[in-house]
């Protein structure tokens, strides 16, 4: 699975910890609005790469697209929030999403890699930060 870090500037990090007891909630927000980004990306992606290029004729239920998602924000084991692209589980054909999309993503014996989750991360990375950086300083002005 692709992981995004994202180090925010000193003086960016000085004014959430001004936030008080809302700092959860609208980091909450930026992190929603940052995820959505990404999977826009790996969805788009994802779609521009299943079924195609084969040597056969593709199975492709739109399953593995469906179950791709975002999950709640939670914190990690370091104690920061973190929001996670993935696949929701299960899937009806007997193997995980997560299987599949590795597949797709890394290719087999006979089947080229079709990467779509590393070039999600790369591709929208920018627009990622963006995206958090405008939730958190709309939020932060309504303080």
Do not use: W
């Amino acid at each position: 699975m692709a992981k995004l870090t994202v180090d925010l500037p000193d003086d960016f990090t000085n004014r959430i910890t001004r936030l008080g007891d809302k700092t959860d909630a609208i980091l909450e927000k930026a992190l929603e609005a940052g995820g959505k980004v990404v999977l826009g990306a790996a969805r788009g992606n994802l779609s521009a790469v299943v079924g195609k290029g084969t040597t056969y004729k593709s199975r492709s239920t739109g399953e593995l697209l469906g179950s791709l998602g975002l999950s709640p924000v939670k914190v990690g084991k370091d104690g920061n929030p973190n929001i996670k692209v993935g696949f929701a589980e299960p899937h009806s054909g007997g193997v995980s999403n997560a299987m599949l999309a590795n597949l797709l993503e890394y290719g087999k014996v006979g089947q080229k890699p079709k990467p779509f989750l590393k070039s999600a991360k790369s591709s929208s990375k920018n627009a990622c930060l963006s995206a958090m950086t405008d939730v958190l300083e709309r939020e932060m002005g309504t303080l």
